[in-house]
């Protein structure tokens, strides 16, 4: 019983199947040359744009904060990202200080971390990679990125306490070791004239020029200090490769083979609806 039961079931699922591969190939005969068409209009589009796309280079910039945080270094340039994006060129390029041909060479621009790890006094740095149609911006695009990081009233006025600050203490390290130098002038000369107090004296001498070496270092570090205290320093400059990425003609050309025949699929699959549509409304007229 179980088996006159199947047979129906299965010659029925056969059935179907025959049904629905011939309406797939009278589909394909009908619409067939719109399918091929778009197939290759897509093709053509995905070669028309791989030759027609300049190439591109990359290039990775190191860059050390001592006045911002990584993270908001970081953020400072996603904005610049989203300006790129919306292609405002002009505010960005008032931004960056360069001309607004060059910022309109820049494709890409984004930044991180060298190391994903929170530490005080942000030792680390950040990396900031972009990507140029034209190596020759990437010396003023270096400029412009510093400058972008600089240029705002917070680190502004951060960096004038700090060198102010400096100078103030070199000053008077300064004028500590000019006085220190005169002491030490003076018990010379004691020391020169009076045999019998030299012994006490020697003493004397010898803790003046411990402090005074003291001073000196310290001197020595405010002022390198002073000439590093920018907002930001260039650990790495941007390296100019000769080779630019990879453009892939093989990938643009599939996938604008399969945009073409999708499109072409949508459109014949449209064009069969509309004549079934209007077959009914036909012979709903006529009846």
């Not at 494709?107 to 034209?134: C, F, M, T, W």
């Not at 100019?240 to 990879?246: I, V």
């Not at 050309?253 to 009914?280: D, E, N, T």
Request: with cysteine; charged share 25%.
């Amino acid at each position: 019983m179980e088996e006159i039961y199947n047979k129906p079931s299965n010659n029925s699922d056969e059935l179907d199947l025959i049904v629905l591969l011939e309406k797939a190939i009278s589909f394909l005969r009908r619409f067939g040359v719109i399918l091929i068409c778009f197939s290759f209009m897509g093709l053509l589009a995905g070669f028309w744009k791989y030759w027609s796309s300049s190439p591109k280079y990359s290039s990775k910039l190191v860059l050390h904060s001592s006045t911002l945080t990584n993270l908001e270094n970081i953020q400072i340039i996603e904005s610049w990202k989203e300006l790129l994006k919306k292609r405002e060129y002009p505010a960005l390029s008032a931004i960056l200080d360069c001309d607004t041909g060059t910022v309109k060479k820049i494709s890409s621009i984004s930044a991180e971390e060298i190391q994903k790890l929170y530490v005080q006094n942000n030792p680390h740095g950040i990396i900031v990679k972009v990507v140029v149609r034209d190596t020759s911006i990437l010396d003023p695009l270096q400029k412009g990125i510093v400058h972008g990081l600089e240029n705002n009233d917070y680190v502004k006025e951060r960096i004038a306490v700090k060198r102010s600050n400096l100078v103030q203490l070199i000053e008077k390290v300064t004028e500590e070791i000019t006085k220190l130098d005169s002491t030490k002038t003076a018990i010379d000369d004691i020391i020169s004239n009076k045999n019998k107090n030299s012994s006490s004296l020697m003493v004397d001498v010898s803790s003046i020029n411990t402090e005074l070496i003291s001073l000196n270092e310290k001197l020595l570090l405010f002022k390198e200090e002073l000439k590093f205290a920018n907002g930001v320093q260039v650990l790495q400059k941007f390296t100019k490769l000769g080779k630019p990425e990879s453009r892939r003609p093989i990938l643009l050309m599939s996938a604008g083979l399969i945009v073409g025949f999708v499109i072409g699929y949508i459109l014949s699959l449209f064009l069969y609806v509309r004549q079934i549509l209007i077959k009914r409304k036909t012979s709903v007229v006529r009846n």
